[in-house]
């Protein structure tokens, strides 16, 4: 009789245990972008794609997870005539990534992914077979990661020829212009 009591007792600690694993809910951490006007798509190393925007934490399983595509975004309000007119300008990026290329989420942590602003703009020089030189624009946020060298408007590119302007040591300007696209 003590036995089947023991065994009895044995079987309901056992099916106890089973159902608070169950009900314990996994280890997660969090994830928090250091603007709030950013959306950030991550992903696992199961495929898998979780986005985070804003000033929102994420919860996320623990492990490590690398950028798939990133925007930042700007609203813009102008008023002509008494009119208001309302734009969202974006910039975008899928890599390189620079220092966010991977970002690890630990358990019970929140990891701040620092991104987007201030921009650095770079100059890019490159000499082609004929001899002439291209200067091309890159686009680099706090974090290292690098944006496409266009912002778009509502949705739509938009491309505007850069202008530039030569000065010397005492800031004096020497020259201006624009550069032509073709």
């Known amino acids: 009789m003590r036995k089947t009591t023991l065994f009895g007792l044995a079987s309901v600690l056992v099916l106890v245990a089973a159902v608070l694993a169950q009900q314990t809910p996994a280890a997660t ?3 928090k972008l250091s603007v709030e006007n950013a959306a950030l798509d991550l992903k696992a190393a199961d495929k898998t794609q ?21 925007v930042l975004s700007k609203r813009q309000v102008k008023e002509d005539a008494g009119k208001k007119q309302e734009s969202q300008w974006t910039l975008s990026s899928r890599g390189p990534w620079g220092g966010l290329g991977k970002i690890t989420v630990t358990a019970g942590e929140t990891t701040v992914v620092k991104l987007g602003e201030p921009l650095t703009i770079k100059t890019d020089p490159t000499e082609g077979e004929d001899g002439a030189m291209t200067i091309g624009l890159r686009v680099v946020g706090t974090g290292g990661e690098v944006y496409a060298p266009y912002a778009a408007k509502d949705g739509k590119p ?5 202008k530039i302007t030569i000065v010397d040591e005492a800031a004096k300007v020497l020259a201006t212009g624009s550069f032509q696209f073709g």
């Open 158 to 162: 938009v491309a505007v020829p850069p």
């Open 50 to 70: 979780t986005a985070v925007s804003g000033s929102a934490e994420a919860s996320l399983a623990p492990g490590v997870y690398t950028p798939a595509k990133l």
């Open 29 to 31: 951490g969090k994830v």
